[in-house]
């Protein structure tokens, strides 16, 4: 509407020019008055034309039909797993369009107890009746999702963003929410493989309880601990076993944590200066107490095919609280007690 009264406003102006110059030529003064005349129209239209333009909004262009993203299947895969929190390594998308308007797929988000994850995917466009299988990963792993403590599956939401074609801006596309298991063990099981080696695996024999843990060896002796007041040891026994076709080196399994009934999070336990740790009040260890509570971490042994060495871990948590569950290095699963 605002350019036809431009366009129209500048014809009449010009009409109102060319009048003016005959006017000139035959040297009226009515000519110059009705010259005058319409070019002042002209002008007026020019100007009604101009505001209407300011004034109106360019239309937007609209998209041709709807699309309809619908997650078909999904599978996430964690890269590690703790006590209170997870990361994801991976997350495998099967999607699907079931609209009549190709759309493109520009992010994926993972949402759990107010933390969120995002991943790029690169800009993956699905036609109209269109599947496929799509990856998201790198990123991901960077940021952590808090979990709470025993739970075996965590809920979450993940959120497909991207937009259909003749659309500007990323809109939410599809959603779904999901559960993510977490893999845990009971003493007893056996870890086929531990992280970074090939054919080691780790049996979980048995955990107890002690207000006395051994810890060695310092030169060629084990020595007793006793825990701090109001505390105790939780001791887990695990065997390794070599059944890889090369000679292998175990692994030092010195970093973890343990979670409590209580809601409280330890971490392994040593002595902090060694045999010099007197809060702990160490002695030479019996054999009987060696035999019994290990106190070696069967770490850098050099196992042959099928060989096996004995080892454990430490945690000193209050002596009214249960232990619930535990994450250790170079396992990829929680101890569930």
Known sequence: MGIALFLIGVLIIVAGVVLFIVALVKRSGWWVLRSGAIFGAGLILVIIGVAIGISEKPSEEVPSGTPTIVIADYEIRLNDVGVDKLYIDEV???????????????????????????????????????????????????????????????????????????????????????????????VGSTIPAIEGKQGLSLALLSWKESNIAVDGPYGSSYYTFTAKPNMKFVILIYRFQNSGIREQETPYINAGEIATDEGYIYSVWSPPVGVYSEEYKPREATIEEVDRLIGDSGGFEDLLQEETTIGCVVFEIPAGATPIEASLAYLPVLIKF
């Open 92 to 186: 495998i998308i099967e999607l699907k369009n079931d609209g009549d308007a190709s759309t493109t797929i520009t992010e994926l988000v993972i949402s759990s107890n107010g933390a969120e994850i995002r991943g790029p995917i690169f800009f993956v466009t699905l036609g109209p009746g269109e599947k496929q299988e799509i990856s998201c990963s790198g990123s991901l792993s960077s940021h952590e999702l808090s979990k709470p403590i025993g739970v075996t599956q965590l809920a979450a939401t993940v959120t497909i963003l991207g937009y259909p074609k003749g659309a500007t801006g990323g809109r939410i596309l599809a959603e779904e929410d999901v559960a993510i298991s977490i893999p845990k063990i009971s």
